[in-house]
């Protein structure tokens, strides 16, 4: 999917663009985060550290962005680069994700007792 839509899109330049799309795509995958962790599709193993976190009455959006700088750290440390885009999604990330799962989450309904 990501080849098919940098097929099609144009490569952007100058400052203004790419931040656009920076912030364009961190807002997407907390989009794509609260969609599917809402949906009750299962999380993956960051989200579900996040959700056990959370269940555990942690901030969702705390242990999210926790978990982000300590993988960054970890990248790091271990010799990966970070940049301001990095950094961003560490720290946006996890606000991003309580908002939007906060209104994506689809209510379960149980069957009523006999």
Known sequence: MIDAVLAVSP???????RAACLGTGIVLVGLGSGLYIGA?????PR???MTGLAARGHSLRRARTLIE???LAAGWALGGS???GT???ALCIGPL???FLGRLTVPTFTAPAE
């Not at 490569?11 to 663009?17: C, E, H, Q, S």
């Not at 009750?40 to 993956?44: C, F, R």
């Open 69 to 71: 700088l300590t993988a």
């Open 97 to 99: 994700v309580q908002a």
């Open 47 to 49: 989200d579900g550290l």
């Open 87 to 89: 950094l961003a999604f």
């Open 40 to 44: 009750g599709l299962g999380p993956g």
């Open 82 to 84: 970070v940049g301001v």
């Open 11 to 17: 490569d952007p330049r100058g400052l203004f663009a």
